[in-house]
C-alpha cells in the first residue's frame, strides 16, 4: 500500500495551495481518508477527514478554509486550503483508516504518507 502525497511548496499568506495524495495497493473508496499535519517541533495535528460516505471533519484551526474531497475513481484525496496563514506552515501527511468509519484520531489510521512541506511565508 502507497499514498504518495503531492501539491505542497511555498506561498505568501492569503494564498491558496491544493494538496494530492493518490493511493494505490488497496481499495481506496472503503476508507476513510484523513490529512494530518505536524509543524517544527510540534505534535502532530488532525487537519482533516473524509469517509466513505463523504462526511468530512475538520480541525478547529482550518474550519471554513480548507476543504477536504475524493475522487474514488482516481484513488485521490484532495484537500483544498485558502487563505493560507503563517500558522499553516507544516509538513502534511495524507492517512488511510481502513476500519473506522469517520475516524480523526491519528491512531485510528493505518496507512500513512510520506509527507508534503508546506511553507507560509508572512
Known amino acids: 500500500v502507497q499514498l504518495q502525497a503531492s501539491g505542497g511548496g511555498l506561498v505568501q499568506a492569503g494564498d491558496s495551495l491544493r494538496l494530492s495524495c493518490e493511493v494505490s495497493?488497496?481499495?481506496?473508496?472503503?476508507?476513510?481518508m484523513g490529512w494530518f499535519r505536524q509543524a517544527h517541533g510540534k505534535e502532530r495535528e488532525f487537519v482533516a477527514a473524509?469517509?466513505?460516505?463523504?462526511?468530512?471533519n475538520y480541525g478547529d484551526s482550518v474550519k471554513g478554509r480548507f476543504t477536504i474531497s475524493r475522487d474514488n475513481a482516481k484513488n485521490t484525496v484532495y484537500l483544498q486550503m485558502n487563505s493560507l496563514n503563517f500558522e499553516d506552515t507544516a509538513v502534511y501527511y495524507c492517512?488511510?483508516?481502513?476500519?473506522?468509519?469517520?475516524?480523526?484520531?491519528?491512531?485510528?489510521?493505518?496507512?500513512w504518507g510520506q509527507g508534503t512541506q508546506v511553507t507560509v511565508s508572512s
Open positions: 492517512a488511510a483508516s481502513p476500519g473506522y468509519s469517520g475516524a480523526i484520531y491519528s491512531l485510528e489510521f493505518y496507512y
Open positions: 473524509i469517509s466513505e460516505t463523504d462526511t468530512t
Open positions: 495497493g488497496r481499495i481506496f473508496s472503503s476508507d476513510t
